[in-house]
């Protein structure tokens, strides 16, 4: 069984069209359950449909620039393992081991590089396009502007590095990464105690909808994207009942633009007053 495991994961990077397929079939999934069961009867700008594909420009974009980091990831990998370095050659894990580690390295590597956009002014330039949609939904997940994609990949190269990760484990934490973001962000209204219990382990919802007010400080809280353990652990969680949860931003962007993709896409080289005050943030 943990043969089968390990070599399904194993060759699943050079096999695009499945990838592509769990992305879109998680995306179509949550899309639908989000209609049957919202969060928020959102009010969109136009339709739900014209707002998708602003979010689905970004996720063009961002598939692009994770296929072609692919390469170096597989690369970094591969010579970790030739060269015995890493935590999982160094504690020589094991399958198990190799697994847990590996996961949780590139969980953390997700949780750093999230914590970091949020803490340095040049960097939440870009990430910001992120927290501009004022209509969180399941194609908000991937809306990400190139340079935060960018630093997402390496980031998480980082922490390959450091974990020694075999590429089994990096495409499992791959595919739970691609169906926690559309669970995450799509507008779904859990059972509050089901969403509770979930949020001590994984991401839940509506915890993840808490960093998506438009205010600090709970807009720099919740940084993680699978597990919820290093919030809990490094004191950047936070709570807000759902009614009171507002998104967008306060500052930084116009909310009535959110859905100006070239305005989007050209706003981190725009010098402007506003960006001063994101020394602030």
């Known amino acids: 069984m943990m043969e089968s495991v390990v070599t399904y994961f194993s060759t699943l990077e050079q096999r695009p069209l499945e990838r592509m397929a769990l992305l879109v079939g998680g995306l179509l999934f949550f899309w639908i359950i989000e209609g049957a069961i919202p969060l928020f009867q959102l009010q969109y700008r136009r ?107 390496i980031f998480f190269l980082l922490l390959i590095f450091v974990s020694g990760a075999p590429m089994y484990s990096v495409m499992i934490y791959q595919t739970l990464v691609v169906i926690t973001t559309a669970f995450t962000h799509a507008n779904i209204r859990l059972n509050a105690r089901l969403d509770k219990a979930l949020s001590y382990v994984l991401i839940s919802p509506n915890m993840h909808k808490v960093h998506h007010h438009w205010k600090q400080p709970y807009t720099d809280s919740n940084y993680g994207a699978v597990f919820s353990i290093w919030d809990r652990v490094l004191g950047t969680y936070k709570e807000l009942d759902p009614s009171k949860i507002r998104y967008g931003l306060d500052r930084y962007y116009d909310n009535e633009k959110d859905e100006d993709f070239l305005r989007l896409m050209k706003d981190p080289f725009v010098k402007k007053d506003r960006n001063r005050a994101a020394n602030d943030h």
Request: hydrophobic letters at 50%; one cysteine or more.
């Open 47 to 153: 339709t739900k449909f014209s707002h998708a594909l602003v979010n689905f420009g970004f996720t063009v974009i961002h598939l692009i620039i994770h296929t072609a980091l692919a390469v170096l990831i597989v690369l970094l990998s591969d010579w970790c393992r030739n060269a015995d370095f890493g935590l999982v050659y160094w504690t020589h894990a094991g399958v198990w081991g190799a697994i847990i580690i590996g996961v949780l390295a590139l969980d953390f590597s997700s949780w750093l590089v999230h914590w970091s956009m949020h803490q340095q002014p040049y960097l939440w330039r870009y990430h910001l396009i992120h927290h501009s949609d004022n209509k969180v939904d399941v194609t908000t997940g991937l809306r990400h502007h190139p340079g935060d994609s960018l630093l997402r990949g």
